[in-house]
């Protein structure tokens, strides 16, 4: 993503579903792995790779965010699903915080 803010004027991802999408009561049971549809549940693995303490855990949510924060600044937009970051509220700084819920 960096490479691509370098080099073009608008950005498009796909399938990229949105930072707060694991917290909705109704979001969809979706595999972690396509290839694996009796797998993980793609929100169950996300928070625990959120949650892990130690080890190379990928933090999916943070990510999310951090696009999410680019996007508001930069040419970024996110089809399939369809999401736009919502506007920050009057005097807040873009940090980060995870719900309660999510940590340990």
């Not at 855990?57 to 999410?68: C, L, P, Q």
């Not at 996110?78 to 340990?104: A, E, H």
């Amino acid at each position: 993503m960096t490479i691509a803010l370098e080099l073009c004027d608008r950005i498009n991802v796909y399938g990229m579903v949105p930072p707060d999408f694991c917290k909705e009561a109704q979001h969809p049971s979706v595999p972690y792995h396509y290839y694996e549809p009796l797998g993980p549940d793609e929100c169950a693995m996300y928070i625990s790779h959120e949650r892990g303490r130690r080890g190379s855990h990928h933090r999916f949510i943070t990510e999310k965010r951090v696009f999410a924060n680019w996007a508001r600044t930069f040419n970024i937009h996110f089809y399939q699903p369809d999401w736009s970051p919502p506007p920050l509220p009057n005097n807040v700084t873009g940090t980060t915080v995870l719900p309660q819920s999510w940590r340990t």
